[in-house]
T-cell receptor, first 110, second 115 residues
Framework: GDSVTQMEGPVTLSEEAFLTINCTYT??????LFWYVQYPGEGLQLLLKATKADDKGSNKGFEATYRKETTSFHLEKGSVQVSDSAVYFC?????????FGDGTTLTVKP | DGGITQSPKYLFRKEGQNVTLSCEQNLNHDAMYWYRQDPGQGLRLIYY???????QKGDIAEGYSVSREKKESFPLTVTSAQKNPTAFYLC??????????????FGAGTRLSVL
């Protein structure tokens, strides 16, 4: 079945540092790929998405590129802020269902 | 505003009691989902529904039940058979597309604790 593997956390960075959160996936077909973000005590919200190989999703300074050859969708941001502190989930979807990674907790210190 | 509303925000269950978590959406989405989230863990799918009056078990359906009598509503009942119900429960909805672009929209969650 489908699966998503994220780098283990937690990740702690200083403000303005570079962020990478690794994500690899296993799927039977050609899934769409997503990053969701969850702030404390809230539900998840979509951060960015990519629907086919070599697509780059971007939003709020975050980027991720759909790499079919390495089955990866790593999340990057060039300069993190304290307000980026949250849990980040990588996910894939095929028809009707989504599969989520375990989440990576990011803490950004001033 | 369109969105998903979960209620209550906090819920307490006594031993042997069934409790029902509410989930309502006004996004006109066909599909709805229930997930369980335990501390430091990812989301585990409990049940999902792609059409009114039909639903399928997810990975951890034991001890839970659902209904889908209206497109807008997908309540989850945590039964007394669920021996470890303490968790954060998230409801989500999405459109259904043939291409798999299944963006899920989440509610704010219900935190269930056992008294």
């Amino acid at each position: 079945g489908d699966s998503v593997t994220q780098m283990e956390g937690p990740v702690t960075l200083s403000e303005e540092a570079f962020l990478t959160i690794n994500c690899t996936y296993t799927a039977t077909g050609y899934p769409s790929l997503f990053w969701y973000v969850q702030y404390p005590g809230e539900g998840l919200q979509l951060l960015l998405k990519a629907t086919k190989a070599d697509d780059k999703g971007s939003n709020k300074g975050f980027e991720a590129t759909y790499r079919k050859e390495t089955t990866s969708f790593h999340l990057e941001k060039g300069s993190v802020q304290v307000s980026d502190s949250a849990v980040y989930f990588c996910a894939l979807s095929e028809i009707g269902k989504s599969t989520f990674g375990d989440g990576t907790t990011l803490t950004v210190k001033p | 505003d369109g969105g998903i509303t979960q209620s209550p925000k906090y819920l307490f269950r006594k031993e042997g009691q069934n409790v029902t978590l509410s989930c309502e959406q006004n996004l006109n989405h066909d599909a709805m989902y229930w997930y369980r989230q335990d501390p430091g863990q990812g989301l585990r799918l409990i049940y999902y529904s792609q059409i009114v009056n039909d639903f399928q078990k997810g990975d951890i359906a034991e001890g839970y039940s659902v209904s889908r009598e209206k497109k807008e509503s997908f309540p989850l009942t945590v039964t007394s058979a669920q021996k470890n119900p303490t968790a954060f429960y998230l409801c989500a909805s999405s459109t259904l597309t043939s291409g798999g672009l299944n963006i899920q929209y989440f509610g704010a969650g219900t935190r269930l604790s056992v008294l």
